[in-house]
Every structure is written in structure tokens, then in C-alpha cells.
């Protein structure tokens, strides 16, 4: 039995649950110094995502093919892109993405799909961590989602992510990985109330891992059905991947 089944059937599947996922990360935002919880995370992603535009490019082509020779030559975002899309291929290789697709905004999410990546990777820096952050719409059969990774190790005095479950985590699980990891699964089902319109519908799932070196690994996906993109064994295998690392 793979890592990935191994997750699937100790994780199952989330029962739905009603959150304000807007008004929790606007909560978390005035506690984020003191902690970093489950919907800071969720916020502080989607609120990298407004505005960004993946597009085809430099950033946008396929991976390039791994060589011994090149890996010294290879800019950082280069290698953590090359690293995430290589993890994602391994545990969803019918993944494909969406030209030209706002991150949050799910009327630009309908485009043509291509096989070439539209990932793109670069730095962050929050309150509490810094690292790099990876961002695309994809697709699967008929889901179609925001997709993040992002690693980086907190600041001095700050948290890293949750440590346990809490309310309005639905079907969360807290689990060792094959490292020593502490891993970290849930889904929210919840609305976000974009000033324009009413309340939408959403589901985000998380994987959270947090290794023994302290980096954190996040995996997020966010869609506007009542369906996932991947299953949380999926997210939990290529968050635990050891090539999505800071150095």
C-alpha cells in the first residue's frame, strides 16, 4: 500500500459544515502575531491570489527535465517549480490547467485547458513566515480549482500552522509522517462575500506538514463546487515530497 492510500483511508471523506471563511480569516488576521491558525492560512493565500493572472511564459511552459549537469544553473523558483509540478504529476498525472485563469476569480476559471503548466513561483513573505509560494488553476474531469503549495519556515516567536484540531475544521486528522513530520489534514466548507456580489459558495482543503528542521509545507485547494480538486492523500503525498524544500 502506497503513503497515498495509506492517507486516503485514514482520512475518508468531509462532511459539509457552514463557515464564513472571509469573516475567520479577517479574525485570524488581528490574532496572526500571537499564532498562525488554519484560516489564516486559507486567507492569507487567497489574498495573495486576487489580482494574480496565471499565464503561459517563462514561468508557464512545462518543467524542464532534471540533469545533474543544469541543477547548479537552475535559478531557486526553478527548482522549487520544477520540484512542486513533478509531485503533482506523480500523485494526479490526469491533472491539467486552465489558460489565463485569475487565481480567485472563479468566472475566469471556464478557459481552454492546456497540458503545459500555468504554475508560476515566487517569494512570500508574511507576518509570521517567508519562503515561496506556488500558484495555478487546474482541473480534473470536471473540477476546477485554485491550487497552492507553499514552503517556508516562520520567523522567531512565531507559529507555523495548527498543532490540533479545531472547531470548524471539518474531518481534520493529525498524523506522524515517514519522517517525523506532523501532518495536518482538513477541509472548510464555508462562503466568502466578495463586495460585489452575494455570498459564494466554497470548499477549501488543506494538508499541513511541519518537519522536524522547521519548514512548513502547505498544500490548498480552493473550488466553487462541492468537489475537490485532489483527496487529501494526494496533498498529504506531495506535501511530504523531500524536494519541496527551501534549499
Not at 29 to 47: E, I
Not at 175 to 182: A, L, N
Request: overall charge positive; glycine content about 10%.
Amino acid at each position: 500500500m502506497t503513503y497515498r492510500q495509506i492517507f486516503d483511508e485514514a482520512i475518508g471523506d468531509a462532511p459539509p459544515t457552514a463557515v464564513d471563511v472571509d469573516g475567520l480569516v479577517a479574525r485570524e488576521g488581528r490574532r496572526r502575531r500571537r499564532r498562525v491558525g488554519a484560516y489564516a492560512s486559507a486567507t492569507a493565500v487567497l489574498a495573495l491570489g486576487v489580482g494574480v493572472v496565471v499565464q503561459p511564459g517563462a514561468s508557464g511552459g512545462p518543467a524542464p527535465a532534471y540533469s545533474a549537469a543544469s541543477a547548479t544553473a537552475r535559478t531557486h523558483p526553478e527548482r522549487l517549480r520544477t520540484a512542486m509540478l513533478t509531485a503533482l504529476d506523480r500523485e494526479a498525472p490526469d491533472l491539467r490547467w486552465v489558460r489565463g485563469a485569475a487565481a480567485t476569480d472563479p468566472e475566469t476559471w471556464g478557459g481552454p485547458l492546456t497540458d503545459a503548466p500555468q504554475w508560476s513561483v515566487r517569494p512570500l513573505r508574511w507576518e509570521s513566515m517567508t519562503g515561496w509560494f506556488g500558484v495555478g488553476v487546474a482541473a480534473r474531469g470536471e473540477v476546477r480549482s485554485y491550487l497552492t503549495i507553499d514552503v517556508g519556515r516562520p520567523f522567531p516567536g512565531q507559529a507555523s500552522g495548527p498543532d490540533e484540531c479545531e472547531d470548524g475544521m471539518v474531518n481534520c486528522r493529525l498524523f506522524t509522517g515517514p519522517d517525523g513530520e506532523r501532518v495536518v489534514t482538513f477541509d472548510v466548507r464555508g462562503f466568502r462575500a466578495p463586495p460585489t456580489s452575494g455570498r459564494e459558495p466554497i470548499n477549501v482543503r488543506f494538508v499541513i506538514v511541519k518537519r522536524t528542521d522547521g519548514t512548513r509545507v502547505s498544500v490548498q485547494t480552493n473550488s466553487f463546487t462541492d468537489r475537490h480538486l485532489l483527496t487529501a492523500g494526494e496533498m498529504a503525498a506531495v506535501a511530504l515530497d523531500r524536494k519541496i524544500r527551501l534549499g
